[in-house]
């Protein structure tokens, strides 16, 4: 029996995922680093291109994911899946061989989490940036191969119950709302350590791997906290998970302001996206109990979204005043959110949980 025969094909897709995620953010620690030092513009210039850079690969991918997901309904998403790490493989030899920043946001627009960025950090410090975006095009390029060779072509779905796909899209906008307004709190960070690390005594020869880590001990907190998330709404009811750890998320970020070394910084940003991580599952699975790929795939795009949103937002609020203000407005951006928790419920039927049992006490 060939090894192919061997490994289990259910497997070979969940590795080339994560050796996909792995990839984009091994490239993507260091990225804001590699604009501060190839920057000619003034620093709030510089600070607002990267925002854009970070940002436009999510803005695209927004844009043509529908467009994707269409093609792939109609055709083998084997092949578009290989097709499109392939083409952002390319993308980042693209932003490896930039020189200027008009170069690299082109070059990421056409690119279209735990980890990826502690050794993308340790590797940019060590071989350098431009060999470390290359490796991580062969990563990209890898998943291709990987997903080509060691997954089956998918079988049509037999038709579902129009019955069983019925959904408020008022419940499907306030989900998107929910998780927008979560991962920002999320994915603002990363446009902004080149500036807020000195502040907290680290070193400038040191701020790329420090800020590597910072970055792994965020995605610790996620990993933790979208596996809690299923037993967090069994114990206190999917509403009541949201709403709290969406609370204590926002009032963590608010917290950052106080501190005041780097340890301390990354202790609270642990905790504090270890509170978030839970909402974005919870969103998703009372949708995808009842709705169609087209609702699930919105709710997703809210998610890539707020990958555009959170680095411009950061870096253009950063340009014209601090660091705690920016986490104060980002905070309050999760606290505004959190009467839509109910709207949501209200919309959904309150008598139907996601769960049975626990949701009621919520």
């Known amino acids: 029996m ?34 501060q030092g190839m920057s000619t513009v003034d620093p709030l210039s510089t600070l607002r291109w990267t925002g854009w850079i970070l940002g436009i690969s999510a803005l695209v991918t927004v844009v043509t994911t529908p467009i994707w997901g269409r093609l792939a309904g109609k055709g083998n998403p084997k092949t578009f899946y290989v097709v499109v790490e392939i083409l952002q493989g390319f993308g980042f030899v693209g932003m490896a061989l930039a020189r200027s920043l008009l170069e690299l946001f082109l070059a990421a627009m056409t690119v279209g989490q735990i980890l990826g960025p502690l050794a993308g950090a340790v590797a940019a410090a060590r071989i350098g940036f431009v060999p470390s975006f290359l490796l991580g095009a062969a990563i990209l390029w890898g ?7 060691g997954v089956p072509r998918p079988q049509p779905r037999a038709a579902v119950d129009e019955g069983q796909r019925r959904i408020s899209w ?9 998780v927008l307004a979560g991962s920002v709190q999320v994915f603002f960070l990363t446009a902004v350590l080149p500036q807020i690390l000195p502040p907290l005594g680290v070193a400038p020869r040191d701020t790329l791997e420090i800020g ?17 998330a299923p037993r967090l709404a069994d114990l206190l009811g999917e509403r009541r998970t949201i709403t709290s750890f969406l609370a204590a998320s926002s009032g963590l970020l608010a917290l950052l302001a106080l501190t005041r070394d780097v340890w301390s910084f990354g202790l609270v940003r642990f905790l504090q996206v270890l509170c978030v991580a839970p909402v974005f599952p919870l969103a998703v699975a009372r949708i995808a109990q009842r709705a169609g790929g087209e609702a699930i795939g919105l709710v997703n ?14 870096t ?30 209200h919309a959904a039927g309150v008598g139907t949980p996601a769960r049975s049992g626990p949701e009621s006490r919520s």
């Open 2 to 35: 060939s090894w192919r025969l061997a490994w289990p094909s259910r497997r070979t897709l969940p590795l080339a995922l994560f050796f996909g995620t792995f990839a984009w953010s091994f490239v993507y620690v260091s990225l804001p680093f590699y604009i």
């Open 143 to 149: 998943c291709a191969g990987l997903v080509q060779w």
């Open 170 to 178: 008022w419940e499907v906008l306030v989900a998107c709302f929910l």
């Open 212 to 228: 590597g880590l910072v970055i792994f001990a965020s995605g610790v907190g996620a990993a933790l906290g979208s596996l809690a």
């Open 301 to 314: 795009s809210a998610r890539i979204g707020a990958a555009f949103v959170g680095p411009v937002a950061a």
């Open 316 to 345: 253009t609020l950063l340009a014209w005043t601090t660091p705690g203000v920016v986490y104060a407005l980002l905070a309050l951006g999760g606290l505004a959110s959190i009467p839509l928790v109910g709207a949501r419920a």
